[in-house]
């Protein structure tokens, strides 16, 4: 059997932190309470009630004068006060990195702002930072932040800073927040998810998905080692969840050729420790994720030696083999500090993160999230390993030897500068969309975020902003809010100004039968509008096609782009009229080109009046056949004969060219020296005043204005 032991399995910082300080202040002052149990695990609480450490769920149970040991989780600033009032000694192992959310909302609060956090309610973490600021509401997932938006009034408005329990679930973060800023215009959010659980969750992702069995260690308790847990189950069919070695049924691993060992943030080392040793007897070799990384590293390291450029110098501390306590101490001492900027050369890069060596002790690293804004790029488009890269600290972990880092952060603060000189001399700026939000949409011009109100959004009142996502814009800055960085642009403003100009341009250019290529704005009943290049001209429904129709949006709908000519137009009115309709599809051209006079046609019946009948020739073309021509006998009414939808034979027998008129006659075929498809030579015997034929069936001629037989 083969063992990969996770690296980071165990103790994470602020918890080591807070055993040591507690095993301290029991060597120090004898006995001391500890508020709450110290970590979520049994033994080691246990073995510290032995050194002296009781725990105690109240400051109720605790006895003036007392030392009393602060756990990692921390507590509210009223609890600070009552132990300072019962005049005793207080150990503080909060953890720094939530002692720096207690600052943060106390800031935030202190500033007006109403804190809103993300995490379990009763969760100790967040029950003490809550302590720490005025207004404040815990929301654990979407769910509760959209009953919350929808039941706070003002909620669009509201000034909110955003902070996350630090052992919270990312993904529930990013979605929570997604919704907070789709919907408040004047959310601050603070990213404080502390990386350890993520990273220990990514690792054991990554050993359980390579093994036959995982065992987690961890305190049955403990949210962070149920969660891990969960993490392996989803990539390896048989988890083992363990509080300690005696727990392990080695019978369990049976026919396991390859067993991950991963433990919660809670679980001390000698039980990782123990745990291994026991399986040891079972085990052939040992190997763990640490050494088959490292050997990934040193191959890697070399290749990179090779090819790094060669002003790329500053190259990670080698190790040391022994280091004396003087230089242990020394690494220890901090050399980033938060809000640094910092130059380093890209060593690797996942789908999560970009690794950056430093050129010191500690390990840089860029989230993807924390790289840029600009939607849709690759990340592996614009760097590459070996690049150097600069980037702000935002969170150094001296104790893990991790810096996080953020670049979209260093662009956002090099190109504030240009927003603001923008706004200075009304110059245009160029962005995307990235964020859509009740009051209007976000767009990240180069790192920098500027808020477009709905109605300087460019889009119509009641178009959904929607549209916009992941669009390239252009935009005016209007306003500069430095304290508050806050910026405001205009997307119509250029548009309208473009606009202006393009229209100056078409109407000094514009001549009748030009032809533009346009797009639909907008139909009514009797027309469509197009935009022809910042002016729109109309074209009349009669102007859209060869056939008979009712409505603009029979041919056309908005957004459609189409080739149009000029019919008219009116400088001084602004009046444009356009036609759309091909002059080439004419039919009435067309049928007099196929159709000579005596010819004859196969006619459908379109339309029975009391005079005679309508019927089309080709499409766009009617002729009327008069109730005498119908039959070559005397007949009541046409429908006497003929039916609607009927083809029928029928001879041309009159042209009106200038009325565009058609006469018909069926009789003419009954004649018997009729001929077929060409000119009558001998045409039936036809009143002058036979009725001309109407194009239009729609608006037939009354029966009285017609001549009579
Ligand atoms: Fe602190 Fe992160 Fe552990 S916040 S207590 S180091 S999980």
Redesign the pocket.
């Known amino acids: 059997m083969e063992i990969v032991s996770a690296r980071s399995a165990g103790f994470?910082?602020?918890?080591k932190r807070a055993v040591k300080m507690a095993e301290a202040a029991a060597e120090e002052y004898g006995r001391c309470a500890c508020l709450g149990p110290l970590i979520h695990n049994e033994d080691v609480v246990r073995r510290l009630e032995e050194l002296g450490v009781r725990t105690v769920d109240s400051l109720d149970e605790i006895t003036p004068g007392e030392p009393v040991i602060i756990r990692?989780h921390g507590i509210g600033r009223a609890e600070y006060e009552k132990l300072r009032a019962l005049g005793c000694p207080v150990i503080d192992a909060t953890?720094p990195?939530?002692a720096r959310i207690h600052r943060l909302v106390e800031i935030e609060s202190a500033a007006g702002r109403k804190i809103v956090m993300i995490g379990e309610r009763s969760h100790p973490e967040v029950v003490a930072v809550s302590g720490w600021c005025g207004d404040s509401t815990v929301l654990e997932d979407p769910d509760e932040i959209e009953k919350w938006l929808s039941e706070t009034p003002n909620s669009a408005d509201l000034p909110i800073s955003v902070v996350s329990q630090?052992?919270g679930e990312r993904k529930n973060f990013e979605n929570s927040v997604k919704l907070l800023k789709k919907q408040c215009t004047n959310a601050q959010i603070f990213d404080t998810i502390?990386n350890?659980?993520s990273n220990r969750q990514r690792e054991a992702r990554e050993i359980a998905s390579k093994v036959d069995a995982m065992i987690v260690i961890g305190g049955r308790h403990s949210a962070n080692t149920a969660k891990l847990a969960q993490v392996c189950g989803e990539c390896c069919g048989k988890v083992i969840l363990i509080e300690n070695a005696s727990q392990l049924d080695i019978r369990q691993l049976e026919g396991a050729c390859r067993v991950g060992v991963t433990a919660g943030?809670s679980t001390p080392e000698w039980i990782i420790k123990e745990v291994n040793r026991m399986m040891s007897d079972e085990i052939k070799a040992v190997e763990t994720v640490e050494e088959e990384n490292k050997a990934a590293e040193a191959v890697e390291n070399a290749a990179e030696t090779v090819e790094a450029p060669a002003e790329v110098k500053e190259a990670p501390e080698a190790p040391e083999a022994e280091a004396s306590f003087e230089e242990l101490l020394e690494r220890s001492i901090k050399t980033l500090h938060t809000g640094e900027k910092v130059r380093g050369v890209i060593a690797s890069i996942t789908p999560s993160e970009i690794s950056v060596d430093l050129g010191t002790k500690q390990s840089g690293y860029i989230p993807i999230s924390e790289f840029t804004d600009e939607a849709g790029v690759d990340v592996n488009d614009v760097i590459h390993v070996g690049d150097e890269i600069e980037a702000f600290v935002m969170r150094v972990n001296d104790v893990d030897g991790v810096v996080m880092l953020s670049k979209k952060r260093l662009d956002s603060v090099k190109n504030w500068d240009s927003i603001v000189e923008a706004r200075a001399s009304r110059a245009v700026v160029e962005g995307v969309v990235v964020e859509e939000n009740k009051g209007g949409v976000v767009v990240n011009c180069k790192g920098v975020r500027v808020f477009v109100p709905a109605s300087q959004s460019g889009l119509p009142k009641e178009a959904p902003m929607t549209e916009l996502l992941k669009k390239k814009v252009r935009l005016r800055i209007t306003e500069v809010n430095q304290p508050r960085k806050r910026v405001v642009g205009s997307i119509r403003a250029v548009a309208y100004e473009e606009r202006r100009a393009k229209a100056e341009a078409t109407w000094n250019e514009i001549e009748v039968g030009k032809r533009y290529h346009g797009v639909v704005k907008s139909l009514t009943s009797y027309g469509a509008f197009v935009d022809i290049g910042g002016v729109d001209g109309m074209v009349h429904v009669s102007e859209l096609s060869w056939k008979r129709i009712h409505q603009p949006s029979e041919v056309l709908n908005v957004g459609d782009e189409i080739d149009v000519y000029v019919i008219s137009f009116d400088k001084e009115n602004r009046k444009i009229s356009l036609g759309y309709k091909d002059p080439n599809e004419n039919p009435w051209v067309k049928f007099t080109s196929t159709y000579p006079e005596g010819s004859v046609a196969e006619v459908k019946i379109v339309k029975l009046m009391t005079f005679g009948a309508f019927a089309e020739i080709i499409p766009g073309v009617d002729g009327l056949i008069h109730i005498s021509q119908i039959a070559d006998r005397r007949i009541g009414k046409p429908e006497d004969v003929l039916s609607e939808g009927e083809v029928v034979k029928a001879k041309i027998i009159k042209i009106d060219n200038e009325n565009k008129k058609v006469s018909l006659s069926i009789r003419a075929l009954s004649e018997p020296t009729a001929p077929v498809s060409k000119p009558e030579a001998d045409e039936p015997e036809i009143d002058d005043d036979e009725p001309t034929v109407v194009y239009d069936t729609e608006n037939p001629p009354a029966p009285e204005d017609l001549p009579q037989e």
């Not at 994470?12 to 918890?15: E, I, L, N, Q, S």
């Open positions: 994470c910082f602020g918890v990692s953890c990195d939530v630090t052992t502390c350890t659980t943030a």
